[in-house]
């Protein structure tokens, strides 16, 4: 007699964000799992559910009324949360952990540098300048896992370097009109990581479970630390039109986007980015994407970077996104 065996329903978190939308492709391709896809606006649904999510619903860090809906008969989980939606995912982790009996692994999206409990934080060191703390963002990312560490859950822990996508959305306009953009990064180098490479090592963890990697933490880069006027050539010869970087000032960058934010670029230009983790090879057998390939390549998603260059974007100039997340306590 055949059996008909019921697979294990993980919820993907921020389904229709950049991360999420290619996680539930590759695991639709895989089969392995019931995939429950969240969206914050269910006008999202027939697109995910056209990437191969088996469920939709809505899903809100700051309406705790939509979590049992999500988290109901949920195995595994992928946890993503906008920077400012903090003290949302700190009680959404507790929320979990009243079910850690029910859901045997979460994979957590994090930021290199959020080490408190893999290294160690050395303000003198790993500050930006004489006097100044850890990058408020680094530490709201080490509350973001030490939530789910104290919620009793299993966790797994991708940390990512400054993502591809994320670097030049605030500059759509000057890059389309006058081929041109801006920010306070110039010589430094960083191995930007893409959005494509951690869904893909979300993938594994996911797919081989707590048993391997529970209680692990990975750190994701790109191939190669590249500087804004090597950023500038890739993007050109992916639109093929000339691009210029124009180097903008650390003042006027945080007078456009708030003090927090400017605190995590500073840290940017000190080189504590630079280098390139061996994680995703060793996950996954494949060397980082690079970042012409992930502009002009497509995704299991079916969008390339270059696509989703122009999509919405969190930051915007003018409007300090943090300044309300700045506020929240451990």
Same mark, same amino acid.
């Given at each position: ?63 705790? @009324? ?20 903090? !003290? ?34 050395? $303000? ?35 940390? +990512? ?16 009109? !006058? ?10 180098? +960083? ?18 479970? $707590? ?56 840290? #940017? ?8 983790? $061996? ?8 060397? $980082? ?14 969008? @390339?970077?270059?696509?989703? #260059?122009?999509?919405? +974007? ?17």
């Amino acid at each position: 007699m055949e059996t008909n065996l019921v697979k294990p329903t993980v919820l993907i978190t921020s389904a229709s964000g950049r991360i999420g939308k290619e996680l539930v492709a590759l695991l639709a391709q895989d089969g392995a799992f019931n995939i429950r896809a969240c969206c914050f606006s269910m006008d999202k649904a027939d697109s995910l559910k056209a990437l191969g999510a088996h469920e939709v619903v809505k899903f809100d860090l700051n309406d705790n @009324s939509t979590w049992d809906a999500a988290l109901d008969g949920v195995s595994a989980v992928y946890s993503a949360s906008l920077d400012p939606m903090l !003290e949302g995912h700190l009680d959404f982790s507790k929320a979990m952990g009243e079910r850690a009996e029910k859901i045997k692994h979460v994979v957590r999206v994090s930021c290199m540098g959020a080490d408190t409990n893999t290294a160690s934080y050395n $303000p003198d060191v790993h500050s930006s300048r004489k006097g100044a703390a850890i990058p408020l963002m680094l530490q709201h990312y080490w509350w973001g896992e030490k939530s789910l560490i104290d919620a009793g859950l299993n966790v797994s822990v991708l940390r +990512n370097n400054f993502f591809m996508n994320h670097l030049l959305k605030t500059d759509c306009d000057t890059i389309q009109s !006058e081929g041109w953009f801006s920010n306070p990064l110039g010589a430094s180098r +960083n191995s930007f990581v893409a959005t494509r490479d951690i869904a893909t090592a979300a993938m594994v963890l996911l797919l081989e479970g $707590p048993d391997k990697h529970g209680n692990k933490f990975y750190d994701l880069t790109g191939p190669e630390p590249q500087n804004m006027d090597e950023i500038a050539a890739d993007l050109g010869r992916a639109m093929d039109k000339k691009i210029e970087y124009r180097a903008q000032s650390m003042h006027d960058f945080e007078n456009d986007f708030g003090s927090t934010r400017a605190e995590f670029f500073e840290y #940017l230009t000190n080189g504590f980015y630079c280098r390139c983790s $061996p994680d995703f090879y060793n996950l996954t057998g494949t060397k $980082p994407t690079s970042y012409y390939d992930y502009l002009t390549t497509s995704g299991a998603s079916g969008e @390339s970077g270059l696509d989703e #260059l122009w999509q919405g +974007n969190l930051w915007k100039k003018g409007v300090d996104a943090m300044k309300d997340a700045a506020d929240v306590k451990s």
